[in-house]
């Protein structure tokens, strides 16, 4: 079934910058349903870090972000990406992309158990 890669991550210092981006292998899975991210960092719960609707008008983001990420979708090139801006070392973590099977109706952002497919996780490692 659908497949969902990441990418992007890597060493940023603190105040820095990276650019996640998660592709799926199938389009109509990825296009009709909503998207999230989510992290785990070791010795930590996972962690929901932001989501976005099927069309991309509706955006959610976790507690911790405070305005520093900006979610965005492509569904032509079946992509969502996560921008993540003024990073801190507490962002240390895999990040994980999923995509959701339910109707936008019955779609809970923050629930991981809303989603079906989880793609593998990148590490994103931020320095003091």
């Known amino acids: 079934q659908v497949q969902l890669v990441e990418s992007g991550g890597g060493l940023a210092q603190a105040g820095g910058s990276l650019s996640l981006s998660c592709v799926a292998s199938s389009k109509r899975t990825f296009t009709n349903y909503g998207l999230g991210w989510f992290r785990q960092a070791p010795g930590k719960e996972r962690e929901f870090v932001a989501g976005?609707?099927?069309?991309?008008?509706?955006?959610f983001y976790g507690d911790s972000i405070k305005g520093r990420f900006t979610v965005s979708r492509n569904n032509a090139e079946n992509t969502v990406y996560l921008q993540m801006n003024s990073l801190k070392p507490e962002d240390t973590a895999t990040y994980y992309c999923?995509?959701?099977?339910?109707?936008?109706?019955?779609?809970?952002?923050?629930?991981?158990?809303?989603?079906?497919?989880w793609g593998q996780g990148t590490q994103v490692t931020v320095s003091s």
């Open positions: 999923a995509s959701s099977q339910a109707s936008n109706t019955r779609w809970v952002p923050a629930d991981a158990d809303t989603y079906y497919f």
């Open positions: 976005i609707s099927s069309n991309g008008a509706m955006t």
